[in-house]
């Protein structure tokens, strides 16, 4: 190729690259570009071929690497909280030096350490307390124990909150205040000492102006069931009530009274039919009855097969059955000794029974009846005489008579009939805590409709001797609820509800060493989710209910009466009408637990738990007014310098937490001067200085500098003049830890009013004003200002901020 084909070719690449966009224009002479390649070269070779990546790659981006090396190079690297490395002990300055920053690096780590251990204690502490409210609100869900699960469906729960509560109207109904006034009357009658009234009785009487039939018929039960021998305090109610036959007695009695009443309903609609006559008696209300049942016994087929003739005209075994069905012997024997001969055996058993009533029978007796029932009765077509034989004798205990019995009540009288307490080990024979579990476990709720019915199951279950769980079932529902926490009360006064061995067990609980079926009612939680309702528009109330549980502790050992009191103050904080107010000359008024002053309950007490309770939550304002009332002076007047020591400083503002205090701290003042104070000097000390702090800021911020000085002038805790420094620095040690947070402010305070008196005198005429005097005042607040300065650097106390900056400023400008 010739040189001026080589021209060409180059002129035309010089060309296309002029034409380029995408490529800048470059311009460098041979000796520039080979020196730029030996320099690209030996770059290269220096850093290897990870770092010749590292060029192309980021260099494709913009980035020149060799730079942001450079700069990663300049920038420090000291180790600040590291420690220091050892030097050699020789040099003795440089190993001072060390061992001081090595000293104050490690209390730094250690506060940083305590710190973040201190605050993880709280973080754990608020989240356990907050996890115990949650576990209670959860347990009072719950119903079944903490060992074994009742299988029990919970209905649903209403909300505790309703239109009243905030309408400042009582949140009880008509039914509950009855209630609420006679728990008043009988809880003023405990505190009187006075005698105290059945109160089964008491809330008997008071239903009946319900006008409710239900209700009526379930206190008529509890009436009888607790017509019982006392049982002794100190023995549990549950074991005692297994073993006692009086409740199956009066059970029965119950039964066969509201049989009677229903036999004479049905005479009294049907007189003419009765043909009611002759003396007054059971055996002619049951000839009447019988007459009446079975006066069309030739068009009933049911009733065909009634045997062994007839009694007066009516059939012998419904005469016989329906006289024990109301509970009367004598007439079943008038009606068997009618008869005539042919049931020696029976009429034997019953006259034994009519002459010893309530004593076990002759064994030998007993054994011919049932052999008898079962080579013939067994068999029988007429039911009124298997059923009489198997009362009487105890046979055939699975044998249900639905023949006969027509109702719940009829099967209860008959199995509560079947009841032996003493049998020979070959009999088959029916229990108590048999015929509990049968009516708790094996039928339940879902067949006595439960739901539909819940008096009914309720009526099944308290005439069966299982109070606790009819009335846990009887508090489901809302209509019922009051009712069932009124038998609760009635019978825990009476010594007759099985409580948990602990509080925080849920309502109802089984515990392993009851006999079986027996369940415990927690009482306590039972009030409190009743009085839930009500606690906050009618405390008065409230309290009523709280004083049944006077004689329980909570597992930290405290009053429950007192523990309860104490939450319905924080949730309410009507302190004056719980607790009364504390008057100018120091005694307190009477508040509502001042009622039960003579039942050993202490008012001050209460009042200083509930305070505890404010200062764990923070809450020192409301603790400091409680601790006032409980006559605690040391704490009212500590947790008042501690607020009084954050707001001090603070303009005054109407309404304000500052005005609070203020007007809070010259009450006890006014009140605690000249009296008797249950405190600390220190603390009385702490507190009147930051009263006089409060005096002095108030005087700062209204720009009253002259009463402000004289107030510093009193107290003597900061230095007006360079003569006054040793003492104000030496009076600083003794103070206590709230005056000395408040130091910084006073110091800032002390010097802007030095500065501001200063700019006043630097600004007035000097033909009005003597030179030689203002100038004598300038350097009086010169020295001021020095003193000032000197002491915040003095004071063994680390003041926050800029503080220390903002005085020499200060005092720079006044120079």
Excluded at 77 to 94: A, H, V, W, Y
Excluded at 402 to 407: D, G, I, L, Y
Excluded at 463 to 484: C, M, N, V, W, Y
Excluded at 766 to 771: E, L, Y
Aim: include cysteine; charged fraction near 25%; charge should be neutral.
């Amino acid at each position: 190729m010739d040189f001026s084909a080589l021209l060409q070719q180059a002129q035309k690449l010089t060309h296309e690259t002029q034409i380029s966009d995408d490529l800048p224009r470059v311009e460098r002479t041979l000796p520039q570009v080979l020196q730029a390649t030996q320099e690209l070269h030996s770059r290269v070779s220096q850093t290897g071929a990870q770092d010749m990546q590292a060029h192309i790659l980021l260099g494709h981006k913009g980035i020149d690497l060799p730079k942001i090396s450079q700069k990663l190079e300049t920038l420090s690297s000291r180790k600040t909280f590291e420690p220091l490395d050892p030097i050699s002990t020789t040099d003795i300055q440089s190993f001072l030096r060390n061992e001081k920053e090595n000293a104050i690096l490690s209390v730094i780590e250690e506060v940083h350490k305590n710190s973040y251990q201190s605050a993880q204690n709280q973080k754990w502490e608020h989240i356990m307390n907050d996890w115990k409210l949650e576990k209670i609100k959860l347990m009072n869900a719950l119903i079944g124990p903490s060992q074994n699960w009742i299988d029990i469906r919970k209905g649903p729960e209403p909300t505790i909150l309703n239109e009243s509560t905030f309408g400042g109207r009582s949140a009880l109904n008509n039914q509950e205040m009855a209630y609420a006034r006679e728990v008043y009357e009988y809880n003023k009658l405990i505190s009187e000492g006075a005698m105290r009234p059945s109160l089964v009785q008491r809330f008997a009487q008071i239903a009946e102006s319900f006008n409710d039939s239900k209700v009526n018929d379930i206190w008529e039960i509890m009436k009888y069931m607790t017509n019982v021998t006392p049982t002794p305090r100190t023995h549990d109610p549950l074991k005692a009530r297994s073993t006692q036959t009086q409740f199956i007695e009066q059970a029965k009695r119950y039964l066969e009274n509201r049989y009677k009443l229903f036999m004479q309903t049905v005479i009294s609609e049907h007189l003419r039919d009765a043909q009611r006559g002759g003396i007054p008696s059971i055996l002619n209300l049951v000839g009447s009855f019988v007459g009446l049942k079975f006066a069309n016994q030739n068009q009933n087929s049911s009733y065909i097969g009634l045997q062994d003739g007839h009694v007066d005209g009516k059939p012998l075994w419904p005469m016989v059955y329906y006289c024990l069905r109301c509970g009367d012997i004598n007439s079943a024997l008038k009606c068997m000794q009618m008869a005539g001969p042919g049931h020696d055996d029976f009429t034997a058993v019953l006259e034994e029974k009519c002459r010893n009533p309530g004593q076990k029978i002759n064994p030998k007796l007993e054994l011919q009846i049932r052999m008898q029932y079962k080579r013939q009765i067994r068999n029988a077509i007429d039911p009124y005489k298997r059923a009489v034989y198997c009362i009487i004798g105890c046979c055939d205990i699975q044998e249900q008579h639905p023949e006969v019995a027509k109702s719940s009540d009829d099967f209860l009288w008959i199995q509560l009939s079947l009841i032996r307490s003493e049998t020979d080990d070959n009999s088959e024979h029916l229990t108590y805590s048999g015929l509990q579990s049968m009516i708790l476990e094996q039928y339940g709720e879902k067949h006595f409709n439960a739901s539909e019915q819940p008096h009914l199951y309720y009526q099944m279950l308290a005439l069966t001797g299982q109070f606790e769980a009819g009335i846990e079932f009887l508090s489901r529902f809302d209509k019922f609820r009051p009712h069932a926490v009124h038998i609760a009360l009635a019978l825990s006064e009476l010594h007759m509800i099985g409580g948990p061995r602990n509080l925080q067990e849920p309502l109802l609980s089984v515990d392993i060493e009851d006999p079986q079926p027996m369940r415990r009612l927690n009482i306590a939680r039972l009030i409190m989710l009743y009085v839930k309702k009500f606690e906050i528009t009618d405390p008065a109330e409230a309290l009523q209910y709280f004083f049944f549980l006077r004689n329980l502790r909570d597992s930290e050992g405290r009053n429950l009466f007192l523990v309860c009191v104490s939450d319905l103050a924080i949730e309410c904080r009507d302190f004056d009408l719980l607790f009364g107010k504390m008057q100018r000359d120091g005694i307190r008024s009477r508040g509502l637990i001042d009622q039960f002053e003579n039942s050993h309950i202490d008012a001050k007490m209460a009042c200083e738990m509930i305070a505890e309770e404010f200062v764990k939550k923070g809450m020192f304002e409301d603790a400091i007014k409680l601790f006032d009332l409980a006559g605690n002076h040391e704490q009212a007047l500590r947790y008042t310098s501690i607020l009084l020591s954050q707001v001090v400083h603070q303009p005054n503002k109407p309404g304000s937490l500052r005005e609070r205090l203020q007007g809070c701290a010259l009450e006890f003042t006014e009140r605690y001067v000249g009296a008797e104070k249950n405190c600390d000097p220190q603390t009385w000390s702490t507190f009147n200085l930051l009263k006089e702090l409060v005096i002095y800021f108030d005087h700062y911020h209204t720009k009253n500098y002259q009463p402000a000085l004289e107030v510093l002038e009193r107290i003597k805790l900061v230095p007006l003049k360079i003569t006054d420094l040793e003492a104000c620095v030496h009076n600083f040690k003794r103070l206590g830890g709230e005056v000395c947070k408040v130091i910084p402010d006073l110091l800032l305070a002390t010097m802007d009013i030095a500065f501001n008196k200063y700019k006043a005198l630097k600004g007035k005429d000097v033909a009005k004003f003597d030179d030689s005097g203002r100038e004598k005042q300038l350097n009086y607040l010169r020295e001021q200002a020095k003193a000032l300065t000197n002491m915040a650097a003095t004071v063994p106390y680390r003041m926050p901020g800029d503080t220390n900056n903002r005085l020499v400023q200060t005092e720079i400008l006044m120079h």
